[in-house]
């Protein structure tokens, strides 16, 4: 698209890994601006500097490591003027490797385009939209504030609160890739266990914009999901770091967040595959 129907800006956290300014002439040619923040600020305020630098109506905040596909800048327009109640619109994606090899692809929330029904309650009881795949307008961030509070889970709380006080419209065609790398799943904040605490403050935010009758059943079901989430997480990190306490640290929160025979059973599994390790390596 033209520059005077898109702004393109990369908004650089301070990087020092690799000249990114000289990386946006040399790709962008002009076309795409660049914009270094004076020093490391970190995720949420460069979220927030991308927030306010955009001049726009419509607001799409692409990670540097994920990618869209032919076709999503126009379909979701599409999905803006057929909806014009929208306060955001978001597709469905799929999930790549380092190496842009698919790894699984997002089931849909509805087989056609539309208004989500009953959205509200379902994105409160779990995370379902990566950052690439949904475009919000930017009045909307202007009324109902930014991100805060947390760096995990902050968009989970973002997308609730937008579906609060807000339709959201929605298409089921796969437009957007979130890369997932090997070596994420072993940050800091997934080898201490401080994920789930995160998530688990993002479901107290979260029980904020609900009705007050729903609020007690939907903290249930997202403690019980992210339980059995902390315990395949346990699983994933033993098996690249063989380090028994990192996987201590995901069981300890997991059973913080909810606790049940299959769940115990789970944890079980994850233990014994620990055991045969130790016996036979």
């Known amino acids: 698209m033209p520059e005077q129907e898109m702004q393109v800006e990369v908004v650089d956290d301070a990087s020092t890994d690799t000249d990114v300014a000289a990386l946006v002439q040399r790709i962008g040619k002009g076309r795409v601006k660049y914009f270094r923040q004076p020093e490391n600020v970190g995720s949420l305020r460069n979220f927030e500097t991308c927030l306010n630098r955009a001049q726009g109506k419509l ?3 692409l990670h540097g490591d994920d990618k869209v596909r032919k076709g999503y800048y126009a379909t979701m327009s599409r999905l803006f003027q057929a909806y014009p109640e929208a306060g955001a619109a978001f597709c469905r994606y799929g999930c790549i490797d380092e190496n842009g090899q698919m790894l699984y692809k997002q089931r849909p929330e509805m087989p056609q385009a539309g208004i989500l029904q009953d959205w509200l309650l379902k994105i409160a009881e779990r995370q379902r939209i990566q950052y690439a795949s949904i475009t919000v307008r930017r009045e909307v961030f202007e009324k109902l504030g930014g991100f805060y509070a947390l760096t995990y889970g902050e968009d989970w709380e ?3 609160r937008i579906a609060r ?3 959201v419209a929605y ?3 796969i437009l ?3 890369r997932k790398h090997p070596g994420s799943i072993s940050g800091l904040k997934y080898l201490n266990g401080q994920h789930i605490k995160d998530l688990a403050q993002a479901m107290k935010l979260i029980q904020n914009h609900l009705p007050p009758t729903q609020r007690e059943t939907t903290l249930k079901r997202s403690k019980k999901y992210y339980a059995y989430y902390g315990v395949k997480v346990a699983e994933q990190l033993w098996l690249r770091l063989r380090s028994r306490q990192v ?3 995901q069981v300890k929160q997991a059973l913080l967040l909810h606790q049940a025979p299959r769940l115990y059973l789970k944890i079980a599994q994850v233990y014994f595959k ?3 390790y130790t016996v036979w390596r």
Do not use: G, N, S
Request: glycine residues 0%; without cysteine; negative net charge.
């Open 59 to 61: 607001v799409h905040l």
């Open 247 to 249: 996987v201590q640290a």
């Open 274 to 276: 620990i055991f045969l």
């Open 158 to 160: 973002m997308w609730t």
């Open 171 to 173: 298409t089921p065609e």
């Open 165 to 167: 006080h807000y339709p």
């Open 176 to 178: 957007a890739d979130y």
